[in-house]
Nanobody, 116 residues
């Protein structure tokens, strides 16, 4: 069992930066991949970025070059560094973990609001 808790959301002006953190408790070492998703009001939840246990990363086209996903296994944390934020990045951001057997875990979400 893995518990994920996000932090770091808030209000920022367009062009600014935020760093989201995802603290994992439990069997962090069992996770095959960690992802960040986001959901804006009235829209479906979408995948933002993924990092695998091997370190491979994937980003949505809308955030490429602006967001960076990373993990710190020693601290059982994952992070999403968000630069050059735009108003369309406003959403609730969720941390997601997936085991090798495809069991999935979700955090409770953290609000990011970008003012234009």
């Amino acid at each position: 069992q893995v518990q994920l808790v996000e932090s770091g959301g808030g209000l920022v002006q367009a062009g600014g930066s935020l760093r989201l953190s995802c603290a994992a408790s439990g069997s962090f070492f069992r996770l095959a991949a960690i992802s960040w998703y986001r959901q804006a009001p009235g829209k479906q939840r979408e995948l933002v970025a993924t990092i695998t246990r091997g370190g491979s990363t994937m980003y949505a086209d809308s955030v490429k070059g602006r967001f960076t996903i990373s993990t710190d296994s020693a601290k059982n944390t994952a992070a999403l560094q968000m630069n050059s934020l735009k108003s369309e990045d406003t959403a609730v951001y969720y941390c997601h973990g997936r085991n090798y057997d495809s069991t999935a875990y979700w955090g409770q979400g953290t609000q990011v609001t970008v003012s234009s």
